[in-house]
């Protein structure tokens, strides 16, 4: 059974820093292309960031690029999202999806193209 575990969200003030954790099984991550989302309060669901450790390709969302890092652990069958120089607007709950399309690129931020998901993880940013 596949699944997608997120953790390490949290409460932070602007500036911080968080490193959310996404934990996959019932698959090993050279198979598939791991997606990171957010949905804000109000808003829609938006894709941030993705990573293809067998194409070796990754991707930013304008919104977080040259302030998150996306990594993998392949012997962890773990993908790491870090997060720096946090902002208000960065709070929202945190996803990771998996993509049979070992891929990333400008369609990664499509919600369409993941084929599992995680639970989700709240990230707070105060002011």
């Known amino acids: 059974e596949v699944q997608l575990v997120e953790s390490g969200g949290g409460l932070v003030q602007a500036g911080g820093s968080l490193r959310l954790s996404c934990a996959a099984s019932g698959f090993t991550l050279d198979d598939y292309a791991i997606g990171w989302f957010r949905r804000a309060p109000g808003k829609e669901r938006e894709g941030i960031s993705c990573?293809?450790?067998?194409?070796?390709?990754?991707y930013y969302a304008d919104s977080v690029k040259g302030r998150f890092t996306i990594t993998s652990d392949n012997a962890k069958n773990t993908v790491v999202l870090q997060m720096n120089s946090l902002k208000p607007e960065d709070t929202a709950v945190y996803y990771c999806?998996?993509?049979?399309?070992?891929?990333?690129?400008?369609?990664?931020?499509?919600?369409?193209?993941?084929?599992?998901w995680g639970q989700g993880t709240q990230v707070t940013v105060s002011s």
């Open positions: 999806a998996a993509s049979t399309v070992p891929i990333c690129d400008r369609g990664s931020y499509l919600p369409g193209v993941y084929d599992y």
């Open positions: 990573i293809s450790t067998s194409s070796v390709t990754t």
